[in-house]
Nanobody
């Protein structure tokens, strides 16, 4: 069973940086593709970034390319989202996602979700 716990959210000024972490207490982390989705206020949940179980493949939504980096540490069963040059439109609840199927994580239909962490970017 996968249990995901996000941390690292909060309030930051525009242009600032923040790193989110997602710890997976399950035993199959190294087999899971991992991803970050977000839900801005009043909008639907959307993909931010996804990374393969090996860490070799990573995809990003266009609006965060060059600013956000997803990475993983399989020894620590943790996936990270480094967010730089933050903008007010990045304000959202950020959710961690996990599934052995990469496309399931990418399309927002993973087997497991975290509880979410709020990121607020002030202008």
């Amino acid at each position: 069973q996968v249990h995901l716990v996000e941390s690292g959210g909060g309030l930051v000024q525009a242009g600032g940086s923040m790193r989110l972490s997602c710890a997976d207490s399950g035993s199959i982390f190294r087999f899971n593709a991992m991803g970050w989705h977000r839900q801005p206020p009043g909008k639907q949940r959307e993909l931010v970034a996804v990374i393969s179980n090996s860490g070799i493949t990573a995809n990003y939504r266009d609006s965060v390319k060059g600013r956000f980096t997803i990475s993983r540490d399989n020894a620590k069963s943790t996936v990270y989202l480094q967010m730089n040059s933050l903008k007010p439109e990045d304000t959202a609840v950020y959710y961690c996602a996990a599934d052995t199927n990469f496309l399931a994580v990418q399309t927002g239909t993973p087997r497991s979700w975290g509880q979410g962490t709020q990121v607020t970017v002030s202008s």
